[in-house]
């Protein structure tokens, strides 16, 4: 344990078990002139954070006794020390260790072993964002207008690293289908696309739904890969299994306070929805449905049938579009439906890309 010599402005803590992990970490930083200071275990570091003022700290996951997770938890239950940003530093690259990380209060998660234009990146973002978050507290009411701008820019920073943070996730959704190839970007374009036309959506609707239906199928991760990827047809157990991945993602997004996240929430849960109340996992109907999962129903389906997958082969452009037309009003909104008719040439220019 060891507090360096005054560096710069800037006071980073660095948490890891493994002295070269830390070495390499301050060559990368030391550049920008931080003033650094490290720990080799949990124990340490809450002891550096109960003496000395940071502000930012990297921190490695698996350590012995005090691991990361249960650091970062003490840090964000103490009013005084919750507003430091914690970049978690790990091996560690499941979607459960992620997952926990931001939940428990992360406000960055980079795996190892990692690039040192991404690590610098990725550092100064967060030293940057805390650093105004400490003006803002601290400015006087004289600087209110100034203070507003900030704050706006503040939360369009942090609808930038819900937007990372789901890029992560649905990229490890991907790794787990040889087939999906750029299922979750076509889908992301046909839903904005239908909402763009939608009379009673706005620009803002639109793009809110193209960043959070990526996350659509993210609760399939719950689904064991011998049902996912079955070549042959389900079985009603087997199909039961399936149906579950809607619920498994709305309950791990669900929390979210914030918009982009909230929106992936009711996608996830309410796609597999049907109009006129065959779906799943609900049998909601009609307009309650919310509108963002009947447009991300009708972006999803168009995609899965236009492309192949390991229990069929692709169908014909025009055998999806009379699927979808002939489901009109049972499985698909039929308002939708005449948007996608009458737009049709653009969403067969994305499919076909």
């Known amino acids: 344990m060891s507090i360096l010599p005054y560096y710069g402005d800037f006071r980073v803590l660095i948490v ?3 002295a070269d992990n830390i070495q390499v970490i301050m060559n990368t930083l030391k550049e920008e002139s931080y003033k650094f200071s490290f720990a080799t275990d949990g124990k340490q570091a809450l002891e550096l954070i109960r003496l000395n003022t940071f502000d930012l700290i990297l921190l490695d996951i698996m350590m012995p006794g005090i ?13 005084i020390l919750s507003d430091i940003p ?30 040192a234009d991404e690590l610098l990146s990725r550092v100064k973002h967060q030293l940057e964002l805390y650093r105004s978050k400490q003006i803002l507290k601290h400015h ?5 207008s100034k203070l507003e701008k900030k704050e706006t820019r503040l939360l369009s920073e942090l609808e930038e690293n819900q ?6 996730l649905t990229e490890l959704m991907e790794a787990t289908s040889d087939e999906t190839g750029k299922h979750i970007k076509r889908v992301a374009e046909c839903s904005r696309l239908l909402a763009h036309y ?24 719950s689904i064991p890969h011998d049902i996912l990827h079955k070549k042959e047809k389900l079985t009603p157990q087997e199909f039961n299994i399936m149906k579950t991945h809607a619920s498994v993602a709305y309950n791990l997004l669900k929390n979210f306070d914030r918009k982009i996240l909230k929106s992936a929430a009711i996608i996830a849960h309410e796609h597999h929805e049907r109009w006129d109340g065959s779906g799943y996992p609900r049998g909601l109907a009609g307009e309650d449905i919310h509108i963002y999962g009947r447009i991300v129903a009708i972006a999803d389906v168009f995609d899965a049938l236009t492309h192949k997958r390991v229990y069929k082969e692709a169908w014909s452009i025009e055998e999806a579009v009379e699927y979808i037309k002939n489901h009109s009003g049972s499985k698909f909104d039929p308002y939708l439906v005449e948007i996608f008719l009458e737009h049709l040439d653009e969403f067969i220019k994305i499919a076909q890309d």
Do not use: R
């Open 16 to 18: 890891d078990d493994v």
């Open 67 to 79: 691991d990361g997770y249960e650091v970062c938890a003490t840090i964000k239950q103490d009013p």
């Open 140 to 144: 006087n009411l004289n600087l209110q």
């Open 163 to 168: 937007k990372e943070m789901i890029y992560i």
């Open 198 to 221: 939608h009379k009673s959506l706005s620009e803002e609707d639109a793009n809110l739904i193209y960043d959070a239906s990526p996350m659509h199928d993210i609760g399939k991760i």
């Open 86 to 115: 914690i970049i978690f530093l790990t091996a560690k690259s499941d979607i459960d260790s992620i997952k926990k990380g931001f939940m428990l209060g992360g406000s960055d998660y980079i795996t190892k072993p990692f690039h």
